[in-house]
């Protein structure tokens, strides 16, 4: 058995020993790669465990973060509490103070009613005693006649426009008229001639819905829209500009306040400064020794002032008028002519300057002034005025007058025999010469219509004062009994504005002394037809409508009237004649005493 044994033992340990080396080394592999992943494993169990340790730093210091953010929401609802607190007593506090405040005027008032209640309980006890003792005698007042305004009948007249619409609206104050369709219908009762006829037209339109008038701004809007002149501010503007003290001192107050009247927003200052400058030099001298401040106190001491002119008649000066360019009149037709000129002064129709302004007291004979002639300033022209023949305002020779007539006479040459040339008669007026303003290139001008001119006529200096660009062209201008001389150039398709009409017009640049301006026949038959008012305007009527013009006269001693033409190439020998209207009259002059006429003639 031992043996046996030891057989097998042997035998083992052989086997072992021929396959041991290859078996540790396979187990010693194994346990190696064992070994191995244990270090695997424990390195990333390592690293997970270093992972979790930050991952467990930071929650414990996200933790402490909200532990510190719920401290400060903690500090901050208190504190939010506190303010809500504090607010809610502040507002408590102030709405019993209001109320505590209403309850005094609640018991003030209350008091108040009290005592008015009290009031009036004592006055119904003593109408009650007044009734019992027969009743006070209440006396009425006396009843007030409200008179109607006038109507207006569509004259387009800003003066009359306003003055309407003034009263209309005095009558509805005076019969308590408040509503508006109630004001429209009163004033529509009062409407005449052609502003019923608008009115009727704008009822058609209100009721076809074209347009509405439900109160009364807008009836008036439209009313001055209808019949008010566009530029009737601007027109009286432009006359009060142009206004002149040269008739009395009341008259020309009267045309001034009228006008002031019809200007809005004008300053007073310039008001002062317009009126004085607009009186005669004398009387513009007494005011601003005054000192006046303000308008009232000029007009009031123009008022105090007197008229000093001659009171002398003119009947020399006025009785040896002849009626053409023939032979004087004798003593008999200077005599019926002196009567004629009485009757015609008598009708309010004589156009003469010095007829229609008699002299009441005697002042100074050279310039009218409150003063002696040897305290003149203007003494030094006494010579002058006596060579000039009578010059009192106003220019010597004028152009184109439609208030003279007489026959008219072609310049005869040496060799040939005189012909007469017959024109018809031109109509007397009450003024001299006609000007109208103007806006020419769009700036204020002042021009002469001379029905005596051919063509519109403009100096050289006026036109650069405009604007106006002319082109030079051929052409020559000739007055009577002068040579011809070339004129300057043309401006064509000038634009111009009178009044409300505007149009263009040629101008032909010449050389002027006495007008800048002259609107001539091309002119008027550019605008006709036309008519004269009863106001003194033009009316420039046309199928689409018509424009009223206004025109300003200023009265001259003028007597010659002379004609302008321009010729364009005329032929060499051809015969010209030029119409002139000439009216002869004897010179006369100032009367100069005496004494000092004898100086002068030595």
């Known amino acids: 058995m031992a043996k046996s044994k030891d057989g097998k033992d042997a035998s083992a340990s052989q086997t072992t020993e021929g396959y041991a080396p290859e078996a540790l080394i396979q187990a010693v592999q194994k346990l190696e790669k064992r070994v191995n992943k244990v270090d695997e494993r424990s390195a990333k169990a390592e690293v997970a465990a270093c992972d979790m340790t930050d991952s467990v730093g930071k929650v414990e210091n996200e933790v402490i973060t909200l532990k510190g953010q719920l401290g400060e929401l903690d500090n901050r609802l208190e504190e939010v509490s506190l303010d809500a607190q504090s607010l809610a007593d502040q507002a408590f506090e102030k709405m019993m103070g209001e109320m505590a405040k209403m309850r005094e005027e609640f018991t003030g008032e209350l008091l108040a009613l009290k005592k008015e209640n009290e009031l009036l309980k004592e006055e119904l006890t003593l109408l009650r005693r007044a009734t019992v003792a027969g009743g006070a005698t209440i006396q009425a007042g006396p009843k007030v006649e409200i008179p109607k305004p006038p109507k207006y009948h569509g004259k387009r ?4 426009i306003d003055n309407f619409l003034w009263s209309m609206e005095r009558y509805f104050e005076a019969v308590h008229l408040e509503e508006d369709a109630s004001k429209i219908n009163a004033a529509t009762m009062y409407l005449g001639a052609d502003a019923i006829l608008w009115w009727r037209r704008r009822e058609q339109d209100i009721k076809s819905g074209s347009c509405s008038i439900r109160t009364w701004d807008q009836f008036k809007e439209d009313f001055k829209k209808q019949f008010r002149p566009h530029d009737a501010a601007k027109v009286s503007m432009m006359k009060l500009r142009e206004l002149k003290h040269s008739s009395t001192i009341k008259e020309y107050i009267k045309q001034f306040t ?14 002062l400064i317009y009126f004085i400058g607009g009186l005669q030099r004398w009387a513009q001298q007494e005011v601003e020794r005054r000192n006046v ?25 006025n009785g040896s008028k002849g009626k053409g360019g023939g032979a004087k009149p004798t003593d008999r037709s200077s005599t019926s002519s002196n009567k004629t000129v009485k009757k015609d002064k008598a009708k309010g129709s004589s156009s003469s300057p010095s007829s229609s302004d008699k002299p009441s007291n005697r002042g100074c004979y050279l310039c009218g002034g409150p003063h002696w002639a040897r305290h003149c300033p203007g003494r030094q022209k006494l010579s002058a005025i006596i060579a000039s023949g009578g010059e009192s305002s106003g220019d010597d020779a004028q152009m184109g007058s439609l208030r003279l007539f007489s026959s008219v006479r072609a310049t005869p040459k040496a060799e040939e025999s005189t012909k007469v040339v017959k024109v018809s008669t031109l109509p007397r007026s009450k003024g001299s010469l006609m ?24 100096t050289e200096k006026e036109a650069m004062k405009l604007g106006i660009k002319y082109t030079k062209e051929p052409g020559r201008i000739k007055t009577v009994n002068t040579s011809p001389v ?3 150039g043309v401006a064509h398709k000038v634009p111009i504005c009178l009044g409300q009409w505007s149009g263009t017009i040629n101008l032909t640049v010449v050389h002027m002394d006495d007008f800048s301006l002259v609107l001539g026949l091309e002119f008027i038959d550019t605008v006709r037809p036309f008519s004269f008012e ?16 206004p025109v300003t006269r200023e009265e001259v001693e003028a007597k010659t009237i002379s004609a302008i033409q321009v010729s364009r190439g005329i032929k060499k020998g051809q ?15 100032n009367e100069v005493p005496s004494e000092i006429s004898g100086v002068l003639v030595d």
């Open 486 to 488: 070339p004129i300057l």
């Open 435 to 458: 000007f109208v303003d103007t806006l020419v290139n769009g700036r204020a001008s002042k021009a002469l219509v001379d029905c005596g001119a051919s063509h519109n006529f403009i």
């Open 575 to 589: 015969e010209t004649f030029l119409a002139a209207l000439v009216e002869e009259e004897e010179p006369h002059g």
């Open 534 to 549: 009863a106001d003194g305007s033009i009316m420039i009527k046309r199928d689409q409508g018509s424009w009223s013009v």
């Open 157 to 160: 007249d800003a003066r009359e």
């Open 293 to 317: 401040q303000t308008l009232a106190e000029a007009i009031a001491a123009a008022e105090s002032l007197v008229d000093y002119k001659d009171t002398r008649k003119e009947g020399r000066s």
């Open 258 to 271: 009228t006008l002031v009247l019809e200007v809005n927003d004008l300053p007073e200052a310039t008001q």
